[in-house]
């Protein structure tokens, strides 16, 4: 179980790509910096409980977005908003940006959960 700890805390080295939007003129690599929040995992203790969480917060992220790039890439290419490649470039990006929007908030959302949950049990 420690070392799939580490391997959440290593997501966070992803915020190292915002540095490219400090340094450059591509400023949308500044949404990269949000990973560095995964640092968190190398501090917390790592029981089921994570465990289960993070596997359905993946497991929901995977879904919505392979449903968002298969959306997304046919309403643009049926359209007529965009050529064949085009269309396909939106979708994946689109379905990046969702699966990485749901995993945030679903493991923001048990995380605060079980937190929550363990502050009622001391009362």
Do not use: H, P, Q
Request: glycine share 8%; with cysteine; hydrophobic share 50%.
């Amino acid at each position: 179980m420690k070392s799939k700890r580490y391997l959440y805390g290593l997501m966070g080295l992803l915020s190292l790509l915002g540095f490219i939007g400090i340094f450059t003129e591509a400023k949308s690599f500044l949404a990269f910096f949000a990973f560095a929040v995964d640092f968190e995992y190398f501090f917390i203790k790592s029981d089921e409980m994570l465990e289960e969480y993070m596997n359905k917060s993946a497991s929901r992220a995977f879904y919505c977005g392979m449903i968002s790039v298969a959306l997304v890439s046919f309403v643009c290419f049926f359209a007529g908003l965009k050529e064949e490649k085009e269309a396909l470039i939106t979708g994946l990006a689109s379905g990046w940006a969702v699966s990485v929007a749901i995993y945030a908030l679903s493991t923001a959302y048990y995380g605060f959960k079980e937190k929550w949950g363990l502050e009622n049990d001391k009362e």
